[in-house]
């Protein structure tokens, strides 16, 4: 059985940092694009970051860009999410997903399996 498992979120300041992790198990992912998304109360789910199958290709959306940094352990299975300078506007949960394809893509219809979440709240 597939599975992605989300950790480190949490409660922080404005100005503060999180890492969020992903471990996968079930299967290895070291040939597919893994990406993080969010989703805020009310709003739909967002692109986050993606990361190519290789880690070489980095992508991420306008929001957090110089912010936020992904990267991934192909030995370890695990995609981590490093933020940074986190604002209140950040506040959501944050899913780990994994690629269909090899290469980094912000569209949410790509990604085959998801996990369960992190919630990230940036207190002001």
């Known amino acids: 059985q597939v599975q992605l498992v989300e950790s480190g979120g949490g409660l922080v300041q404005a100005g503060g940092s999180l890492r969020l992790s992903c471990a996968a198990s079930?299967?290895?992912?070291?040939?597919?694009?893994m990406g993080w998304f969010r989703q805020a109360p009310g709003k739909e789910r967002e692109f986050v970051a993606a990361?190519?199958?290789?880690?070489?290709?980095?992508y991420y959306a306008d929001s957090v860009k110089g912010r936020v940094t992904i990267s991934r352990d192909n030995a370890k299975n695990t995609v981590y999410l490093q933020m940074n300078t986190l604002k209140p506007e950040d506040t959501a949960v944050y899913y780990c997903?994994?690629?269909?394809?090899?290469?980094?893509?912000?569209?949410?219809?790509?990604?085959?399996?998801w996990g369960q979440g992190t919630q990230v709240t940036v207190s002001s």
């Open positions: 997903a994994a690629g269909r394809a090899r290469y980094a893509t912000s569209r949410s219809e790509e990604y085959d399996y």
């Open positions: 079930g299967r290895t992912f070291s040939s597919n694009a």
């Open positions: 990361i190519s199958w290789s880690g070489y290709t980095t």
